[in-house]
């Protein structure tokens, strides 16, 4: 098998720190969000870098996802595509693809800064993540089409998207999706943060045509409902339904919706019956909860990864599950290594 999950997103280095109270007090943060800073909190990453223990470590949604997939599947399987700057930061990130088996093909804009994202982590297991993204806004569509990246997209089965991609240039993004989804690749979406379909649901319902599989949190899935004026937006299996049901440009496959809800079962609906379908989160110690950031991430990659090995969606699910639950015993958005069977 040779790369067949293509992912796109912002490449972010993670700024991590613990009993992170105050500081969600200070930048008026809720515990558990992810949102992007304003000018107002722009110098949470000084004050971090100056005055707290920070643990640097590799982040980005998409790209924590290709590295949970990567430690799943045979070598050369994950490749993930994103832009950085030409600094130090770009380069731990390269250090943490090569270490777990992801090949990044980043667009790289000379004296730029690479993102970063500060992960404040408080009790009851919350994380809120506060993320400037630098250059990685400013991935240029031609790099897609570069002989280097193109094969890449051209020979993938599946192709996984940040929602995070359509606050920015979504254009870029729908034409993507559109392009795969008509060569009869697989094409994924994750909702990514609340505020996605809060702000951009204009974007998202252009690009959710193009869209075979849609991911998201309990969060995301509400916000959604709510910006589409659904009846009951914290109804689970009633909005993955809707999700389910919006207009698809191809009938097959037909379309998956998954809701994960962190320690509470997982929702999913195919639009193959509409029926839903609850699957059980296993409960994990108190003592095997190091943080649950990239949780999320952890989940796709391991649902990526059984799914483009032909298993089933029950299979696909826990797979799902599983490489979650050892992302949230790692600090940080990081696998077992040495590697387990999962
Ligand atoms: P996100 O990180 O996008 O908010 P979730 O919080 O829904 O995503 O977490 C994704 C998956 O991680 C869940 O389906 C579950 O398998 C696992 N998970 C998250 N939080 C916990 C927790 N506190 N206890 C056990 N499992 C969890
Ligand atoms: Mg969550
Ligand atoms: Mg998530």
């Not at 999706?177 to 252009?206: H, T, W």
Request: hydrophobic letters at 40%; one cysteine or more.
């Amino acid at each position: 098998m040779s790369y067949s999950i293509f992912c796109v997103g912002h490449p972010l280095i993670d700024m991590q720190v613990r009993e992170a109270e105050d500081l969600l007090t200070k930048y008026k943060l809720k515990a558990n969000d992810a949102i992007l800073a304003d000018v107002e909190r722009e110098p949470i990453y000084e004050e971090l870098a100056r005055e707290r223990q920070v643990v640097f470590v590799a982040g980005g949604a998409a790209q924590n996802t290709a590295r949970g997939a990567a430690y799943i599947l045979p070598p050369n399987s994950v490749v993930f595509a994103g832009c950085v700057g030409d600094d130090d930061l770009a380069e731990q990130l390269r250090d943490a693809n090569r270490r777990e088996g992801v090949l990044d093909v980043y667009q790289v804009k000379q004296g730029q800064k690479t993102g970063a994202c500060a992960v404040l982590i408080s009790s009851g297991h919350n994380r809120s993540l506060v993320t400037t993204r630098r250059v990685s806004n400013d991935l240029d569509e031609e790099h897609f089409w570069s002989p280097t990246v193109a094969p890449l997209i051209n020979s993938a089965k599946v192709i996984y998207m940040e929602g995070y991609m359509l606050t920015h240039r979504a254009d870029i993004s729908i034409r993507l999706a559109k392009r795969v989804s008509s060569a009869g690749k697989i094409s994924v979406l994750n909702l990514s943060a609340p505020y996605i379909p809060r702000l951009y649901n204009a974007q998202i319902q252009e690009i959710a045509p193009y869209c075979d599989i849609i991911v998201s949190n309990e969060a995301e899935a509400e916000a959604w409902a709510v910006s589409n004026g659904h009846p009951e937006p914290t109804n689970m299996s009633v909005v993955a339904k809707a999700i389910a049901l919006l207009p698809k440009a191809n009938t097959i496959p037909p379309r998956i919706v998954v809701v994960t809800q962190g320690a509470l079962s997982t929702t999913v609906v195919s639009a193959d019956d509409f029926a839903p379908k609850i699957y059980p989160v296993q409960p994990l110690r108190e003592e095997e909860i190091v943080d649950t950031n990239a949780a999320g991430d952890a989940f796709a990659g391991g649902f990526l990864a059984a799914y483009v090995l032909e298993k089933n969606l029950d299979i696909c699910i826990e797979t799902g599950h599983r490489l979650a639950a050892m992302c949230i015993g790692q600090e940080g958005p990081r696998y077992k290594w040495p590697k387990v069977q999962v």
